[in-house]
C-alpha cells in the first residue's frame, strides 16, 4: 500500500512556484557562466581511549576537511568541537 502525505496548500501556491522558477534560472545561469564549484565536505568523529566503555563523552575529536583534491586539513583536539573551533578549522583553511 502507498502511503499518502497531506501537502499544505501553500507549498504549491502561485508565489512558490515562482519563487523556485527563479532559483533553478540562477543555477542554470551559474552554469552557463563555467563558474567552477569546488565543494568541501567538513565531518567530525570522537575517539574515547578509555579502555573500559563508559557513558561519558569522547575525550579526543578529530575535524577534517575533504574536498576531491583530498585531505584539506585535519585537527585533532581534547573536547567536543563547537562553533569556535569549527570558524578556527575555517581560517586555517583559508590561510
Avoid at 2 to 15: A, E, G, H, W
Avoid at 53 to 76: E, F, K
Wanted: charged share 25%; proline share 3%.
Amino acid at each position: 500500500m502507498k502511503q499518502l502525505y497531506r501537502v499544505p496548500f501553500r507549498r504549491n501556491s502561485d508565489i512558490v512556484k515562482e519563487a523556485r522558477l527563479q532559483y533553478v534560472q540562477r543555477i542554470m545561469e551559474f552554469e552557463a557562466e563555467g563558474a567552477h564549484h569546488k565543494f568541501i565536505f567538513v565531518d567530525e568523529v570522537g575517539f574515547n581511549l578509555c579502555k573500559v566503555r563508559r557513558r561519558r563523552r569522547n575525550n579526543i575529536t578529530m575535524c577534517a576537511a575533504i574536498s576531491n583534491d583530498g585531505v584539506l586539513c585535519h585537527i585533532p583536539t581534547i573536547g567536543p568541537y563547537n562553533t569556535e573551533r569549527l570558524l578556527a578549522v575555517e581560517a586555517w583553511h583559508d590561510s
